[in-house]
Nanobody, 123 residues
């Protein structure tokens, strides 16, 4: 079993930055492929970014490419999402997800999820 705890959300003005963290426990995170998804009010959960267990491969949604950066520190069992140049449309609950097998843009491929952290970007 894997437990994921997100942190770092908050309220920021458009153009600002936030860094989200996702701490994994219960199983060595170095063997986990990790991803970030987000869900805005009234919308479906959507893919944001993913990083393979080795850190050698990353993926981004087109809407965040060039603004967000995913990284991981396996020694700390933590994955990060650095979010720069934030826009009001980035407002959502951000979820961390993990899988020992899948490295995917599909939320259904990740069996482990955190509780989410709210990111609100004001205009």
């Amino acid at each position: 079993q894997v437990q994921l705890v997100e942190s770092g959300g908050g309220l920021v003005q458009a153009g600002g930055s936030l860094r989200l963290s996702c701490a994994a426990s219960g199983r060595t995170s170095s063997t986990l492929n990790m991803a970030w998804f987000r869900q805005a009010l009234g919308k479906e959960r959507e893919f944001v970014s993913a990083i393979q267990w080795s850190g050698d491969s990353t993926m981004y949604a087109d809407s965040v490419k060039g603004r967000f950066t995913i990284s991981r520190d396996n020694a700390k069992n933590t994955v990060y999402l650095q979010m720069n140049s934030l826009k009001p449309e980035d407002t959502a609950v951000y979820y961390c997800a993990a899988s020992t097998v899948s490295y995917s843009r599909s939320p259904g491929m990740y069996p482990y999820w955190g509780q989410g952290t709210q990111v609100t970007v004001s205009s």
